[in-house]
């Protein structure tokens, strides 16, 4: 049988955060990169999904972000270098405190939202990303997008590095995400995500929307838990790979 992991982003609440959803996506996915208090969450909200990914036996990961709130860290900043393996440090340590206090072991860093997309393309920002996460815990695995230059960085420096694709996200010939700021950036159709993300895995290509298939590499299968179906669609990403003899199995350390 052929093994992915699928992963989600969790914790992106403050102070009275209900799960919500949350908590039922631990059922039907393999890795959660939980937030660390710069585009969202608190200590409270880490500590809470930290707990609770622990109980489902699912594998942990931090999801350090940009410092802005208000923009849910999907905004460009321009940044140097050094701020961004500041800011990477300091939030895996964050979260690492939490994992450690409750009696598990973190597994992995996703960098969230535009922090993710800067070190897709500009080697500077992910070699200081990949230093951090090095510096930080060198046995932690480093999701990127697929063909990246973070991860490149990761490898380039050791680490164990998980190339990462969207469900529901479209491509550009190039191998990136398309835009948020543009009106295709998103897939809406359910069909139209289950249909990409299965050839992702079983064929290790995505169309472009150029209308060019592109090679791609498919370690890591990332869900937005922040959608208002972000729980159904969960499920049928699970049941789509149930029926396509893909099993769900968190990236492995060192494999």
Known sequence: MKYVDVN????????AYRLGSDQEILDVISSAN???GFHAGDPATMRTTVRLALEKGVAIGAHPGLPDLVGFGRRNMDISAQ????MVVYQIGALQAFVQAEGGTMRHVKPHGALYNMAAVRAPLAEAIAEAVYKA???LIL??????ELTRAGERIGLRTAHEVFADRTYQQDGTLTPRSQPDALI????????QVVRMVTEGRVLS??????????????????????????????AAFANAGIGLRAVQAGS
């Open 8 to 15: 989600c982003d969790m914790g992106e609440g403050f102070g």
């Open 34 to 36: 939980i937030a660390c």
């Open 83 to 86: 701020e961004a393996y500041d």
């Open 137 to 139: 815990n060198p046995s």
């Open 143 to 148: 999701f990127g997008l697929a063909g990246s």
């Open 188 to 195: 809406t159709g359910q069909s139209q995500s289950l249909q």
């Open 209 to 238: 929307r150029q209308g060019v298939d592109v090679s791609i590499r498919a370690d890591t299968i990332c869900i937005h838990g922040d959608g208002a179906h972000a729980l159904e669609f969960a499920r049928s990403i699970h």
